[in-house]
């Protein structure tokens, strides 16, 4: 398998525009976790699926912030509309059963001047 | 809610010496802990876990240790090398539950 793919990599926009970032989980892992990173705070959990179903999203900063899951092999984390403090790393991880291992993507840089 | 201590924030240690990274938990329910590596331009990355039920794990030059009574947890790397060098994480997971909290992270370097 090739992990949890992130895509894009690298993302520059101007405050105030949409952004949507996207997962594809390993296959065949029913959990799905999105995770901002920044220096300040650390990881921090913003929310988790299981099954795609959303289950604990209460690591969203703020309305501005959403994430779907349409299907196993796909998820969006959408900011609308982007602030410089959303400037992080972002990263979305996948596991099988809830207690297992986690496997993190290699992250998208997000950049909101 | 869970809270995760972890120190040092920095490490500097010669190459062939022994470096260690401590973490403290506060919910006693926690019953999961896991140890990630981090290279630069990368996701984190699991190197070694501990359960509850143990107090001490090892695989190859990495070892683990958990204190339950005090709620701390230990990462322990031997005979450092040059690719050691990397941002570490401790996190917390506490039973029944399926998210992860973090500490705030390692920066070890490896002098040659």
């Known amino acids: 398998d090739a992990g949890v793919i992130q895509s894009p990599r690298h993302e520059v926009t101007e405050m105030g525009q949409e952004v949507t970032l996207r997962c594809k989980p390993i296959s065949g892992h029913d959990y799905l976790f999105w995770y901002r990173q920044t220096m300040m705070r650390g990881l921090e959990l913003l929310i988790y699926?299981?099954?795609?179903?959303?289950?604990?999203d209460s690591g969203m900063p703020e309305d501005r912030f959403s994430a779907k899951m349409p299907n196993a092999s796909f998820s969006t984390l959408k900011i609308q509309p982007s602030e410089p403090r959303d400037s992080a790393v972002y990263f979305c991880?996948?596991?099988?059963?809830?207690?297992?291992?986690?496997?993190f993507g290699q992250g998208t840089r997000l950049t909101v001047v | 809610g869970e809270n995760v201590e972890q120190h040092p924030s920095t490490l500097s240690v010669q190459e062939g010496d022994s470096a260690v990274i401590k973490c403290t938990y506060s919910?006693?329910?926690?019953?999961?802990f896991p140890w990630y590596k981090q290279e630069l331009g990368k996701g984190p990355q699991l190197i070694i876990d501990?359960?509850?039920?143990?107090g001490e794990k090892k695989d190859q030059r990495i070892a683990v240790t958990l204190n339950k009574t005090a709620k701390h947890f230990s990462l322990h790397i031997t005979e450092t090398q040059p690719e050691d060098s990397a941002v570490y994480f401790c996190a917390a997971r506490i039973q029944g539950a399926q998210k992860l909290v973090f500490g705030q992270g390692t920066r070890l370097t490896i002098n040659p």
């Open positions: 919910d006693s329910a926690s019953n999961y």
């Open positions: 991880a996948s596991s099988l059963g809830g207690m297992g291992e986690a496997f």
């Open positions: 501990i359960r509850s039920n143990v």
């Open positions: 699926f299981n099954n795609n179903v959303p289950i604990d």
